[in-house]
């Protein structure tokens, strides 16, 4: 089995917007969705751009896909070819490039293509015809203007040129930024060309008799850039496509597997025993490494990355909490852009802040560009009334500040490197201990303090008191703030400098008893309490809840889903409170949590299964650590997840689970735990792996982690 490639025969048009999704090509700049090049949009094709956003009317906010470069239709004796008599298209997940092998009757086509990830603007497609029959052969090939979008359109005022270069400009509606597309074409056989411009882009029409059993075969270059990347983006985009013709395919294609090559070679799970797990293990860091931002210092990762504009393009606590572990233990300087992102973003929440009432630091729960906020008050629509759901994701997600702060101190408790805490991160810490000791005021004066009216990772439990997970994260930013003190404890000035700067003099004096008293969830035979009266809910089972739904697509959340008044939760929560904190817990009760909670879960969310994996291994139920590895590794092989919530299309891939995989596999079966720059093994390897090999930056070193069934090793790499 190739462990390396996902494949699939046939074609069915229902599949298209999952298939899409599975076989994404995507280098952190952009997303190109794995549909054929002469996709039309009922198959969602799109090339999704990282960090621009457009508002069109009053719809949502969503990343703006750009003009579908690399569009390629055939016909055959004036006929476009449009039926798939065989089919098959396969994702090369070592190497991130798309393929397919079609039977179309009179030609057969076979074609190569990738995102470049040695050079982020760059595409190259590889196409070749083989000719079954003689007759009059025509490629339309160039940049669409044929654009899918899920709450757009997002570009206006096409400008395109179809010389030489082909070349497609536009402004986004909402902030007239600059898209450009170029394109060059290199036919390999002679054709009578010409140029084609319309209000469908701009393209060369090939045209050829061509002989039955002839080949004919074109490489094509595209790139793109917006006002963002520089002063000039169409200038940008044409001149990198002449550079990449004139390297020629094999050349840029050679450059962009060698890329790949150093991504690997820093973050490789060798996983051997199970090669449909291999397989899954490798299509999840393919995933998350090909959206991760390469080409930026401060950028992060959307929740459904670069694979549309589902969620809005905006970046959750998935990122903090779920993609920051696989890349602070392999390429810590993308963990650092996430944060970073986060630190630039600090304007943002406190603005947000200050609109609730609030001081200090509040993050957009869906946060865009400058830490605008996404997440509107309506995040649902009724499957029954098509009207809007009222939800509060936004106003009492609270955990995402402490969530931002937890990984801000994790880069600092992993790395021992404070740099990042320096040029800013510290500052992050303490306006989010700011926020919450404005969001507890109420209660300051009480015995203990109570987190009220807030939503925790569980979001079909809105507005409960006391959340377990949310506490805990606040205790740990106020703790994490006054740590600073004694991290910066060779450099007095600067921290109190920074303490003036942010006139924090007050809030300071608070934070010591603030954390003494924040309300400790309740626990009852070693089982924590998810929040006050959580308890009492109705204990009724996941089947007799699901049994309740009147629609497959019915939300289970909101003032009248099926399972606000009961015990069953949609994800992890007191267990990823488990799985960040264990220890809080014992052995008991961790065993306990684990047991009580798992069965009361939908994990109707792609972030839970993981959190139960890793709490799993520590508990050494191992078959079921197993059960739930596949689970979250599985999810972008088979197309798995959620594709609705109410009438809201959420599909796209698992970033999230993505990173989870690693977590399971890093922290949870190999037992990896980085100090300071130190390592540690406490390895809990399930009946099926029989070694897990993978590389890890610690202390500035980078090191070979080994776990097989005699135990584990450490070994420093050159
Ligand atoms: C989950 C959130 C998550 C978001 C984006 C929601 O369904 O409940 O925890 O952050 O999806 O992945």
């Known amino acids: 089995m190739n462990t390396w490639s996902l494949e699939k025969r046939g074609f069915a048009p229902a599949d298209a917007a999952g298939d899409g999704n599975r076989f994404l090509c995507a280098n952190g700049y952009l997303g190109l969705r794995g549909v054929p090049e002469e996709a039309d949009r009922e198959l969602f094709p799109a090339v999704t751009l990282a960090g621009v956003y457009d508002q069109f009317a009053d719809r949502w906010r969503e990343p703006v896909n750009a003009p579908r470069c690399l569009f390629i239709r055939a016909f055959f004796d004036g006929k476009p070819l449009a039926e798939y008599r065989q089919h098959r298209q396969w994702l090369d997940y070592r190497h991130g490039i798309y393929g397919r092998e079609?039977?179309?009757?009179?030609?057969?086509?076979?074609?190569?293509?990738?995102?470049?990830?040695?050079?982020?603007?760059?595409?190259?497609?590889?196409?070749?015809?083989?000719?079954?029959?003689?007759?009059?052969?025509?490629?339309?090939?160039?940049?669409?203007?044929?654009?899918?979008?899920?709450?757009?359109?997002?570009?206006?005022?096409?400008?395109?040129?179809?010389?030489?270069?082909?070349?497609?400009?536009?402004?986004?509606?909402?902030?007239?930024?600059?898209?450009?597309?170029?394109?060059?074409?290199?036919?390999?056989?002679?054709?009578?060309?010409?140029?084609?411009?319309?209000?469908?882009?701009?393209?060369?029409?090939?045209?050829?008799?061509?002989?039955?059993?002839?080949?004919?075969?074109?490489?094509?270059?595209?790139?793109?850039?917006?006002?963002?990347?520089?002063?000039?983006?169409?200038?940008?985009?044409?001149?990198?496509?002449?550079?990449?013709?004139?390297?020629?395919?094999?050349?840029?294609?050679?450059?962009?597997?060698?890329?790949?090559?150093?991504?690997?070679?820093?973050?490789?799970?060798?996983m051997e025993g199970d090669e449909e797990a291999a397989l899954a293990l490798h299509a999840s860091q393919y995933h998350l490494n090909a959206i991760a931002p390469r080409h930026a210092d401060n950028l992060s990762i959307s929740a459904r990355g670069l694979s549309g504009q589902t969620y809005k393009g905006a970046i959750f606590w998935d990122s903090e909490i779920f993609f920051f572990p696989m890349f602070v233990h392999t390429q810590p300087e993308i963990a650092r852009a996430l944060l970073r992102y986060r630190i630039e973003t600090l304007p943002g929440a406190l603005k947000k802040a200050r609109e609730y009432g609030y001081r200090g630091a509040f993050y957009a729960w869906e946060s865009q560009e400058g830490g605008n906020e996404g997440c509107t008050d309506f995040n649902v629509v009724d499957v029954f009334t098509h009207r809007p759901v009222r939800t509060y994701f936004r106003d009492k997600q609270i955990h995402i500040s402490g969530d931002i702060a937890y990984a801000l101190r994790s880069y600092y408790d992993i790395t021992g490197d404070r740099s990042l805490l320096q040029a800013g991160g510290a500052k992050v810490i303490l306006e989010c201990a700011r926020f919450y000791l404005s969001r507890a005021s109420a209660h300051l004066d009480g015995d203990e303090i109570d987190f009220a009216d807030v939503i925790g990772p569980d979001e079909y439990h809105e507005r409960v008191t006391n959340n377990a997970f949310t506490n805990r994260m606040i205790r740990h930013c106020f703790e994490s703030a006054l740590l600073l003190k004694e991290i910066f404890a060779d450099q007095p000035e600067w921290f109190r400098d920074l303490l003036d700067e942010l006139d924090y003099e007050a809030d300071w004096a608070l934070l010591p008893e603030a954390l003494r008293r924040i309300r400790r969830p309740r626990v009852q035979n070693g089982v924590t309490e998810q929040f006050d009266g959580y308890f009492a809910l109705e204990d009724c089972g996941l089947e007799a809840v699901r049994s309740r739904l009147m629609d497959p697509r019915e939300y289970w959340g909101g003032d009248h889903g099926v399972a606000g008044t009961t015990q069953i939760i949609k994800q992890a929560d007191v267990i990823a409170l488990a799985a960040l904190f264990p220890q809080d817990f014992t052995d008991g009760q961790l065993a306990a949590n684990w047991a009580y909670y798992e069965p009361r879960t939908e994990h109707g969310s792609s972030l839970s299964a993981c959190m139960y994996a890793l709490t799993a291994c520590r508990v050494g139920r191992l078959d079921e650590a197993w059960r739930l590895f596949r689970k979250t590794a599985d999810i972008d092989v088979t197309g798995g997840g959620k594709q609705w919530a109410g009438e809201i299309y959420i599909g796209g891939t698992h970033p999230a689970s993505n990173g989870g995989a690693w977590m399971i596999a890093a922290l949870g079966f190999a037992g990896l735990r980085v100090q300071a720059g130190r390592l540690t093994l406490h390895p809990h390897l399930p009946s099926q792996i029989t070694r897990l090999a993978f590389p890890v930056v610690a202390g500035g070193a980078r090191w070979m982690v080994e776990v097989t069934r005699e135990g584990g090793r450490i070994r420093p790499m050159c």
């Not at 090559?261 to 060798?270: F, K, M, T």
């Open 102 to 270: 079609t039977d179309f009757g009179p030609i057969l086509v076979r074609s190569q293509r990738f995102a470049s990830m040695a050079g982020p603007h760059l595409l190259a497609d590889r196409y070749e015809v083989n000719c079954v029959q003689e007759g009059d052969l025509a490629l339309q090939v160039g940049i669409s203007t044929d654009i899918w979008d899920i709450n757009g359109p997002h570009l206006f005022d096409f400008r395109m040129q179809a010389a030489d270069t082909l070349a497609v400009e536009a402004v986004t509606g909402e902030k007239r930024i600059a898209v450009a597309a170029a394109q060059r074409v290199r036919a390999d056989f002679a054709a009578e060309e010409s140029p084609l411009q319309d209000e469908g882009g701009a393209f060369y029409l090939l045209k050829k008799r061509v002989k039955k059993g002839e080949r004919c075969a074109l490489s094509a270059f595209a790139a793109i850039y917006t006002a963002l990347d520089g002063p000039d983006p169409a200038r940008a985009a044409a001149a990198l496509c002449d550079q990449a013709e004139s390297r020629g395919f094999d050349a840029c294609l050679a450059a962009h597997k060698a890329a790949w090559e150093g991504i690997w070679e820093r973050s490789e799970i060798v």
